[in-house]
């Protein structure tokens, strides 16, 4: 009875000596949690994640950039480049104020903000510089038709002014407006109710208790198995579960796809709701209106050339669209000539879904004849 009576006495001093570590802990995270990562890994304390350097939440469009953002040393696929952004919070070159007035306005996700590439080299960047054009773009990683719908009611309505925009309609916006986003009827965009609770929490352990946050990040990735030795061979590109699913929609035969809400069908429907109510508010402000569509690596893989996402837009810019520009025949042209790995290799960064410097001036190109 003793013996048991001393380990019960045992058990309790070491539940509260874990409770006392754990609220102290937490307590010194709370006071001097960036100071100690600072000390331990100030490595992250220089990216997007911790440091909010480039990137801002929005009351009402979600997210978006911060402005006068000159950032020497972005991380980038291939090192380090210069991000930068105007007074507007645009993505644009160094040091650089402008009006309210622009001739064309660009709009889409990662792909049209131009990842780890300088605004220069981006295919906005080099259409402003081989044409006379003003150019404003409005692009941002994880966007999608409510944001660009929320967006750009935000600023017409803040007094900016375009002649025509650009909606670069990417093969993630299906996904991602079914499945992270929500729009009210004041075009206020949040996220949905599931993954809204999630990134909350996340939010609140970020900026309150960040050394904790990181090392819960770095014990989560410890069982992750090391990437297989066929990476560094670069014969066979190797995605994320998460790219797989948002991609399959167009060549898939299935309507029912897990990870997203509902039917395909249904979330097409849903897509065009989006872009319709767009388009009406770019005709109210007399705007003209193109859009533009291009493939993932895995539509040139596994998809044709007249692929559903192609069908779904050349279908909805008929009587809509003063543009519809198809990127899908050019890439697959070259696919056709060249086959799928050098074509990838040659316009895509490896292992990723994004063009790299030649897919954007591939994009640029085109977009001169085009527009200009």
Known sequence: MKFFKKFLSIIKSLFLIVIFTFVISL???????????????????????YGRI????HPTYHHGLKENVVMKTAKGFNGNFTFCTDNHGFKYKCG????????????????????SLPYEKTFV?????????????LGVISYSPKIYLSKLNYYLNQGYKFNHIIVFIDISDL???????RINEQLVVSENYERGKRLKIRKFLRKHFPFTNFYMYVIKNLNKSPEPKVLQNFDNPV??????????WTYSKENKIDGYWGTIE???????????KLYELLQKNNINMSLAIYPWPQQLEKDTVNSKHVRMWKKFCIKRCDNFINFFPILFGEKDKEGFLNTYKKYYYWNDIHFNENGNKLIAKELVKILN
Do not use: P
């Open 54 to 57: 480039k990137r801002i939440d």
């Open 239 to 248: 995605f994320n579960d998460k790219v797989q699913i948002k991609a399959k």
């Open 125 to 137: 960047g080099i259409f402003e510089n081989d044409t006379d054009k003003t150019i404003a773009n």
């Open 175 to 181: 996904y991602d407006d079914s499945v992270y986003y």
């Open 266 to 276: 249904s979330n097409q429907k849903e897509l065009l709701k989006n872009m319709t």
């Open 27 to 49: 307590s010194i995270d709370f006071l001097f949690g960036k100071k100690l990562l600072q000390v331990t890994d100030k490595y992250w304390l220089s990216t997007e994640f």
């Open 96 to 115: 650089i104020e402008r009006g309210k007035k622009f001739d064309i306005g660009f709009i889409g996700d990662s792909f049209t903000e131009g990842v």
